[in-house]
């Protein structure tokens, strides 16, 4: 298994020496799954989480195939599909949705811990609605990113579990005896006369992000573009509320929001259909701005990310200022909204063109960008 680990890679995701594709938690999944995965038949696995792949090509090299396997974000879930053409392990799984056809049936599930509890709650639920009776859930993490309110959110869906010792910093749970299934439904709330609806894991869950609320008091007044084929654009649009607010504040305007995880992008949807906004607004699962060609766009804005996989980096904005500077025409705008401390502001101006700032608090800065 070490020379494929070897070579797993995170691209198209940044990449920089402190980010890995593999930690010490996939190999402790891996291991304390073992002897379960040895008896298992094709279709027997699903993989939730996994990050580059290592879980799921980790299976496979076991010998496991029809795997099922679900990445929530499209980087990540790119990055499977070009680790596994490496490692000639791409027959061995299909990539799937976060819904009852990832886990029907199921009887090994190996889980990548999500970052917060309400994503976890509607992955536990999940499993336990469609899985195997005897489906044995084998769910890891690092410590730092653990806490016993995941023991407890488990134990909503399963009976007693099983702790494993800690190793490298990393710990398993296991959970069997599946009950009280449910499928994922949306916390949903009204924000400033908006409806919000958020799957377990989006950004800010059904609120609204401090940041986000400064750039939404700076809007301009009317934005050009908002045409079919100039629509204005939500870039990392997470519950899709900076689109949602443009398709309403600027009537008639069709609106494009993008994001490259599968959470935020059934949350947007959800947002727009509880808004009555789906016939103007698009939602798409992309890498930053992918699907957009370039030089087409007038209006953007973005709060960027600052997370990649469980890693804090700050190699994301910079990514994503050099795709908005290629989307944009010249003289198109960014709006962006950033933590004043990271001095995004050389960056915009270098990748983008003159930046000025329209809004600063204690915290965050709203800056406009116009393409030169
Ligand atoms: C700070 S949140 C902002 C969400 C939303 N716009 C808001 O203000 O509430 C950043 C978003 O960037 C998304 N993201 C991260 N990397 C991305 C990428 N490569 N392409 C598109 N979206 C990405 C995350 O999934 C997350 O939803």
């Known amino acids: 298994m070490s020379a494929i680990f070897d070579a797993l890679r995170r691209w198209p995701d940044v990449e920089a020496p402190d980010l890995v594709a593999v930690d010490a938690a996939d190999r402790l999944i891996l291991d304390e799954s073992a002897s379960l995965r040895a008896t298992a038949v094709p279709g027997d696995i699903a993989v939730i989480n996994d990050a580059y792949g290592a879980l799921t090509l980790g299976a496979a090299e076991d010998g496991a195939s029809g795997i099922r396997t679900h990445i929530d974000a499209i980087t990540g879930e790119r990055a499977l599909t070009t680790n596994a053409a490496r490692a000639g392990l791409t027959g061995h799984f299909r990539p799937l949705p976060l819904d009852a056809g990832l886990v029907r049936g199921a009887r090994i599930v190996l889980l990548r811990l999500p970052r917060t509890r309400d994503a976890l709650r509607d992955i536990a639920g999940l499993i336990a609605a469609h899985a195997d009776p005897a489906v044995v859930v084998v ?3 690092r410590l730092k990113h653990m806490s016993v309110s995941m023991n407890a959110v488990l134990s909503e869906h399963f009976g007693p579990l099983d702790i494993s010792h800690a190793r490298q910093k990393s710990r398993v749970l296991i959970a069997r005896a599946p009950r009280d299934g449910r499928d994922p439904v949306p916390a949903a709330a009204r924000v400033e006369g908006l409806e919000v609806r958020a799957y377990g ?3 800010a869950g059904a ?6 609320r400064l750039l939404l008091q700076n809007l301009p007044g009317a934005p050009a573009g908002g045409t079919p084929s100039d629509p204005l654009i939500d870039l990392a649009c997470g519950t899709g509320i900076i689109g949602a607010r443009m398709a309403t504040k600027f009537g008639g305007a069709h609106v494009y929001a993008c994001d490259q995880s599968a959470i935020a992008v059934a ?3 959800a947002t ?3 808004n009555g906004l789906e016939e103007r607004v698009t939602v798409a699962r992309d890498d930053m701005l992918g699907a957009r060609p370039s030089a087409s766009a007038s209006f953007i804005t973005l709060n960027p990310p ?3 996989a469980a890693a804090v980096t700050d ?6 200022f050099a795709d908005v500077a290629r989307v944009l025409r010249p003289g198109g705008q960014l709006w962006c909204v950033w933590n004043s401390g990271l001095r995004y502001r050389p960056l915009l101006e270098r990748a983008i063109g ?3 700032q329209v809004a600063r608090n204690t915290k965050f800065t709203v800056t406009v960008s116009t393409r030169r």
Not at 207 to 212: E, Y
């Open 272 to 274: 727009m259909r509880a």
């Open 306 to 308: 600052f997370h990649s």
């Open 207 to 212: 609120k609204l992000d401090i940041g986000t």
């Open 354 to 356: 003159p930046t000025e």
């Open 267 to 269: 949350s947007a949807r």
């Open 139 to 141: 769910a890891g993490g």
């Open 201 to 203: 894991g989006a950004f």
């Open 315 to 320: 190699l994301l904005a910079p990514r994503m």
